[in-house]
């Protein structure tokens, strides 16, 4: 694989920036993980089709990520190449009110906060779920991003992909199933823009709502480490926290990752974990899990340089 070829490429071509041999450390809210041979950050749909371009030809493997809020990269990194949206993707435009409905058009790199707070000082309500979410809109909206009530989902009216060697698509939000931490989004797809319905409201009941969530948030989250948040996705009808925690694992620990004594959904960075160190506590949860429930937990992280490396839609 011509690595330095496709570096060299990128490099004269490109509206936004490349980095050779990038950690992804620096990209991961875990702080966790080794290079990758390429980090784009593509600025234009332009960035978009030179990079899927040069990474065919290279026969490159890609992913696109936001801000790295649900990932786990591998310790050795990764050889392939990471896209993140910058640029014309970090735009928001608000459409008038129509009836009891407001359009907010928003690109996908758009930090979530700045659409929760652009929401919130037009008196726009709808958002407020998302408060203290970390991560972009993008990534939120793969993930249907939520809480264990509602999903990012239930406010899209549409959403532009990028569909690799076919362009740009239109798919309309009722399209989609939509469902616990699953867009369904087709696998490949790069979302790059979506159309969300808010709703205008009193100011003063958006703060409250928001008030409460992000103090809830406080009180139960271990906010105060490097984490991916929630590491487990929910069994149907049961909580992966409660049974980590039926099981003693709050204060499990191997190497540098801990499982929070605040959620034992949470597994924490200490400050030295390895990618390795929290995998190994991923596994021995697991384990346990099925030997005493019989239930096969499944992660809601994203894995990338891993064999079970997953960027799923
Ligand atoms: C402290 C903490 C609290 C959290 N609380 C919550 C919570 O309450 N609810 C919740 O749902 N999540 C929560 N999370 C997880 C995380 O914030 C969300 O999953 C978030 O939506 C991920 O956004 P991101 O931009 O960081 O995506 P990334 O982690 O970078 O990527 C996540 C997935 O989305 C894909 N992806 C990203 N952008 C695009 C795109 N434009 N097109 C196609 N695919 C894309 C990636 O390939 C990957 O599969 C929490 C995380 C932390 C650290």
Redesign the pocket.
């Known amino acids: 694989m011509a690595i330095l070829d496709a570096y060299s490429e990128l490099r004269g071509s490109l509206d936004g920036n490349v980095y050779l041999d990038e950690p992804m450390n620096r990209r991961t809210?875990y702080q966790i993980g080794g290079p990758v041979s390429l980090f784009v950050e593509c600025a234009s749909v332009h960035d978009l089709q030179v990079c899927l371009t040069v990474a065919a030809a290279e026969q490159m493997p890609w992913?696109?990520?936001?801000?790295?809020?649900?990932?786990l990269v591998h310790d050795q990194g990764w050889r392939g190449m990471v896209l993140t949206?910058t640029g014309q993707f970090k735009e928001i435009v608000l459409g008038e009110v129509d009836g009891a409905t407001v359009p907010l058009v928003a690109g996908?790199g758009v930090i979530l906060a700045n659409l929760v707070q652009t929401a919130f000082k037009n008196g726009f309500s709808g958002f407020e779920f998302a408060v203290g979410?970390?991560?972009?809109l993008?990534?939120?909206l793969?993930?249907n991003?939520?809480?264990s009530t509602e999903g990012i989902g239930a406010i899209v009216a549409s959403l532009t992909v990028y569909r690799p060697e076919v362009g740009l698509l239109r798919v309309q939000g009722y399209e989609l199933p939509w469902e616990y931490?699953c867009s369904g989004i087709t696998p490949g797809?790069?979302?790059v823009e979506a159309e969300l319905l808010a709703k205008p409201s009193n100011v003063a009941q958006i703060q409250g709502r928001m008030e409460a969530l992000l103090g809830r948030r406080k009180a139960t989250?271990p906010?105060n480490k490097p984490?991916?948040?929630?590491v487990f996705r929910n069994p149907p009808g049961d909580s992966a926290g409660a049974i980590i925690e039926g099981l003693g694992f709050k204060g499990y620990r191997v190497g540098g990752a801990e499982v929070s004594s605040k959620h034992a959904n949470f597994i924490v960075n200490n400050g030295s974990a390895t990618a390795a160190d929290v995998l190994a506590i991923i596994r021995e949860i697991r384990h346990r899990v099925k030997e005493e429930y019989g239930t096969e937990l499944q992660t809601e992280v994203?894995f990338i340089g891993f064999e079970e490396t997953k960027?799923?839609?």
């Open positions: 809210s992913a696109v990520i936001g801000r790295g809020s649900n990932l949206l996908s979410i970390p991560g972009t993008g990534g939120a793969v993930m991003a939520g809480t931490r797809d790069i979302i989250q906010l984490s991916a948040g929630s994203q960027t799923t839609n």
